[in-house]
C-alpha cells in the first residue's frame, strides 16, 4: 500500500511539473513583444482615438448651414360673426424659407482646416508610437541584459563552487591550511549574493516590461528571447540627417502645422467677406381692389453691410500663427538634428569600447583568471591572488555586459532619433 501511495504521489508531481511547463509562453522575440505592445498598450489606443475624433470633426466643418423655416399669422379677428365665435376668421398664413449662402469658399477652407488637423493628430499620433516604442526597446534590453548578468552570476558561482570542492579535498590531504579553506567559504557567500540580486533585478526588469504590454501574466510564465550583442552602424551620420527628415513625425506634425496655418488664415480672409441670405415667402390674400389677386409669392436677399467688422482681429492672428508655425518647425528641425548627433556619438563610443572589450579585455581576463587558479590549485600562486584575479574577472565580464546594455539603450536611442529602425 505505502509503495502504491508513493507511486501515485510520484505520478501527481510529474503531472504537475508537465503542466506547468505547459502553460508556460513561448518567449517573445523584439518583432512579437512590438507588435503585440501596439495592440495592447491603453496610452497608444487613447490616442488613436484622438485621431478618430479629429476625423468626426472633419463631418462637422464640411457642414452646410441649414435653412430657415418661419410661419407667420396675421390678421385674427377675435370678434363673433351672427352669433357664432370664428376666432381665426380672416388670419393670414404666411409660410416662408431663408438660406445663408456662404461665399469665398468657406466651407472647403473649413474641411481643409479640419484635414490638416487630423494630419497633424496622426503624426502625433505616430510620434507617440516612437517614443513609447523606445521605452519598450529600453525594458527589453533591460531584461536581455538581466538575463546575462545572471546567467554570468550562476556561471561564477558554479565555477567557485568547483574550486571549493579541489580546495576542500586539498584541505583533507594537508595541502592548503585551514584559514585559507574557510576565507574561500567565506567569499562563496558573496557569489551566492549575486545570484539572489539578479534574479531580483530580472523580476523586476520583466514587471516594467509587463506594465508597458498592459499584461497579467505571471512572470514565471514571461519570457523574451533576442540577440544581447551589438554590431556597428553602417549608416553615415549625413545618411542618419536625411533619413531623420523623412521619418520623424513630430518634424512632420511641424510642417503639417504651418500648412494648418496657412488654410486658417485663408478661412480668416473668407469670413470677413459678406455672405447674403435669401428668402422666399408664399400668402393667401385676397386682395379687394384686384379679385384675382389671391395666391401671392414673394423673394427677397438680405446682404450684411460689413463696415466695421471685417474679420480684422482673426486676420491678423491668423497671419501671426502662420509666423509662429514656422518658427517651431525650424525648433523640431535643430532638435531632429540634435537627437541625431547625440545618439550617433553615443553608439560609436560604446561601440568603440566593446570592440577593445571584445577583443582584449574578456580574453585577458579569462587568461588570467584560468592561470591563477590553476597555480592555485597546485600551490604556485597564493589564495589572496587567486581571489583578485576571480574578482577581476567578474568586474570585467560584469561592465561588458552593461556596456553591451549601455549600447544596445543607446542603438534604441538612435532608432528613436532617426523616426525608424536603422540598427536592430
Not at 4 to 14: E, K, S, Y
Not at 128 to 144: D, K, M
Not at 278 to 298: K, L, Q
Request: hydrophobic residues 40%; charged residues 20%; glycine residues 4%.
Amino acid at each position: 500500500m505505502l509503495l502504491f501511495l508513493r507511486r501515485v504521489c510520484a505520478g501527481w508531481i510529474a503531472g504537475s511539473c508537465w503542466a506547468a511547463t505547459a502553460i508556460a509562453q513561448t518567449p517573445y522575440t523584439w518583432p512579437q513583444l512590438r507588435d503585440r505592445f501596439l495592440a495592447t498598450n491603453p496610452t497608444l489606443a487613447a490616442g488613436q482615438i484622438n485621431v478618430s475624433e479629429s476625423r468626426a470633426q472633419e463631418i462637422t466643418a464640411y457642414l452646410r448651414p441649414n435653412p430657415d423655416f418661419t410661419l407667420t399669422a396675421d390678421g385674427t379677428q377675435l370678434t363673433p360673426d351672427h352669433g357664432v365665435w370664428r376666432p381665426f376668421a380672416g388670419t393670414l398664413f404666411t409660410p416662408s424659407l431663408s438660406y445663408l449662402h456662404e461665399r469665398e469658399h468657406k466651407r472647403e477652407l473649413r474641411l481643409e482646416s479640419a484635414q490638416r488637423g487630423t494630419a497633424i493628430a496622426q503624426s502625433q499620433q505616430e510620434d507617440l508610437q516612437r517614443t513609447s516604442i523606445f521605452n519598450l526597446r529600453t525594458a527589453f534590453v533591460q531584461v536581455l541584459q538581466q538575463k546575462a548578468v545572471l546567467d554570468l552570476a550562476r556561471e561564477s558561482l558554479a565555477y567557485y563552487d568547483r574550486v571549493l570542492a579541489l580546495s576542500n579535498e586539498r584541505f583533507k590531504a594537508g595541502d592548503i591550511a585551514r584559514v585559507d579553506l574557510l576565507r574561500l567559504q567565506v567569499g562563496q557567500a558573496q557569489y551566492q549574493a549575486d545570484v539572489e540580486t539578479a534574479q531580483v533585478n530580472l523580476r523586476t526588469a520583466k514587471i516594467q516590461l509587463l506594465q508597458l504590454l498592459n499584461e497579467r501574466t505571471p512572470i514565471e510564465q514571461f519570457d523574451v528571447t533576442g540577440p544581447f550583442d551589438f554590431s556597428e552602424p553602417v549608416l553615415t551620420l549625413d545618411e542618419l540627417h536625411d533619413t531623420a527628415l523623412a521619418a520623424r513625425p513630430d518634424l512632420r506634425a511641424a510642417m503639417q502645422g504651418v500648412d494648418k496655418a496657412d488654410t486658417d488664415h485663408r478661412l480668416a480672409v473668407a469670413n470677413g467677406s459678406t455672405d447674403p441670405t435669401f428668402s422666399g415667402w408664399y400668402s393667401r390674400n385676397p386682395s379687394f381692389n384686384n379679385p384675382f389677386d389671391v395666391n401671392t409669392i414673394g423673394a427677397s436677399v438680405s446682404i450684411p453691410l460689413r463696415i466695421f467688422d471685417r474679420n480684422q482681429g482673426e486676420k491678423a492672428r491668423t497671419q501671426l500663427d502662420i509666423t509662429h508655425a514656422q518658427r517651431l518647425r525650424d525648433a523640431a528641425q535643430a532638435q531632429v538634428f540634435g537627437d541625431v548627433d547625440s545618439a550617433f556619438v553615443t553608439v560609436n563610443s560604446n561601440a568603440a569600447l566593446l570592440k577593445r572589450y571584445r577583443s582584449d579585455y574578456l580574453e585577458q581576463a579569462s587568461t588570467v583568471r584560468d592561470t591563477i587558479s590553476f597555480s592555485y590549485q597546485r600551490g604556485g600562486a597564493s589564495l589572496l591572488d587567486f581571489l583578485s584575479a576571480e574578482s577581476d574577472y567578474r568586474t570585467v565580464r560584469v561592465g561588458y555586459l552593461n556596456l553591451l546594455g549601455s549600447f544596445l539603450t543607446a542603438a534604441a536611442q538612435l532608432n528613436m532619433a532617426v523616426g525608424r529602425e536603422v540598427i536592430q
